[in-house]
């Protein structure tokens, strides 16, 4: 069973940096794009930064400039780097990975499991 497995996040001073990464758990064939979306209370969720296979990358206006997306094809990963955090960028922050399984599969839609970023003094 594939399966998109987070690390990173946590509690953060404004101003302050933290890494996100994003494995994928279990054999595919391919990942087009991967990327990272976050949630806050009472808000929808919302496309933070995503990468391509080739490393064409896009981010949300809200955060150009103090987040980096990275990708290694090779392990099937992906890091987000967040530096001058600020309160409001505290949210649920969920990877998402689009994934072909097979060579005849389809590309699906994954979801990892949510990790929190908190940015308060």
């Known amino acids: 069973q594939v399966q998109l497995v987070e690390s990173g996040g946590g509690l953060v001073q404004p101003g302050g940096s933290l890494r996100l990464s994003c494995a994928v758990s279990?054999?595919?064939?391919?990942?087009?794009?991967m990327g990272w979306y976050r949630q806050a209370p009472g808000e929808q969720r919302e496309l933070v930064a995503g990468?391509?296979?080739?490393?064409?990358?896009n981010y949300a206006d809200s955060v150009k400039g103090r987040f980096t997306i990275s990708r290694d094809n090779a392990k099937n990963t992906d890091d987000l780097q967040m530096n001058i955090l600020k309160p409001e960028d505290t949210a649920v922050y969920y990877c998402?990975?689009?994934?072909?399984?097979?060579?005849?599969?389809?590309?699906?839609?994954?979801w990892g499991q949510g990790t929190q970023v908190t940015v308060s003094s």
């Open positions: 990468i391509t296979s080739d490393g064409t990358t």
């Open positions: 279990g054999s595919i064939f391919s990942s087009k794009v």
């Open positions: 998402n990975a689009n994934l072909k399984l097979r060579y005849f599969s389809a590309y699906d839609n994954y």
